[in-house]
């Protein structure tokens, strides 16, 4: 059974900074595309950030520029370094497959506020 674990949220200010992770446990990452999704209040949730096997990466209009999406096959991690934070960046952020295949983590809370 595959399981996420995202961690490395957290209270910052507008313009700080943060990187979130993505623990895979179950299988093994390097067989997966895979994508940062977010959840804001009252919105659905959306992707935001997606790497493939070769590490061709895409990114919402919303966070190009400022968020980067990256893995490590060897640690079954990816990563969300999450830059220039807006007030609008405030969300549950979740990893899963590009396709959203497993079942979802508990995500890790990202509030952006003056």
């Known amino acids: 059974q595959v399981q996420l674990v995202e961690s490395g949220g957290g209270s910052v200010q507008p313009g700080g900074s943060l990187r979130l992770s993505c623990v895979v446990s179950g299988t093994l990452l390097s067989f997966n595309a895979m994508a940062w999704y977010r959840r804001a209040p009252g919105k659905q949730r959306e992707l935001v950030a997606s790497i493939n096997l070769n590490r061709i990466t895409t990114y919402a209009d919303s966070v190009k520029g400022r968020f980067t999406i990256s893995r490590d096959n060897a640690k079954n991690t990816v990563y969300l370094q999450m830059n220039s934070l807006q007030d609008e960046d405030t969300a549950v952020y979740y990893c899963?497959?590009?396709?959203?295949?497993?079942?979802w983590g508990q995500g890790t809370q990202v509030t952006v506020s003056s």
């Open positions: 899963n497959t590009v396709r959203g295949i497993w079942a």
